[in-house]
């Protein structure tokens, strides 16, 4: 089974920057596209950005310019670091990930951590 683990959430003043990381476990064959994704309250999930393998990324406009994904392979991990976070940043933020995975055949199958709170308040 894999298991996508998140850490690098907290509290952080307007301005301030923030380095979520997402590290995936279990029996990995390969990983496609990777993402954070967040929710605020009383929102929808909305993506905040991916990256694949060979380092394409793609982003929402309202983070563009502040937030830079980033993963390394080797790690099976993906990382986002958040500067001028503004109070509209806070959110649960969510890795997500295709995995390739063989149990009993190889298959690719979607995956989210169990989320981080990120909070932007004086």
């Known amino acids: 089974q894999v298991q996508l683990v998140e850490s690098g959430g907290g509290l952080v003043q307007p301005g301030g920057s923030l380095r979520l990381s997402c590290a995936a476990s279990?029996?990995?064959?390969?990983?496609?596209?990777m993402a954070w994704y967040r929710q605020a309250p009383g929102k929808q999930r909305e993506l905040v950005a991916s990256?694949?393998?060979?380092?394409?990324?793609n982003y929402a406009d309202s983070v563009k310019g502040r937030f830079t994904i980033s993963r390394d392979n080797a790690k099976n991990a993906v990382y986002l670091q958040m500067n001028s976070l503004k109070p509209e940043d806070t959110a649960v933020y969510y890795c997500?990930?295709?995995?390739?995975?063989?149990?009993?055949?190889?298959?690719?199958?979607?995956?989210w951590g169990q989320g981080t709170q990120v909070t932007v308040s004086p």
């Open positions: 997500n990930a295709d995995i390739r995975e063989f149990v009993f055949r190889y298959r690719t199958t979607n995956y």
């Open positions: 279990g029996s990995i064959s390969s990983i496609n596209t």
């Open positions: 990256i694949t393998p060979g380092g394409g990324t």
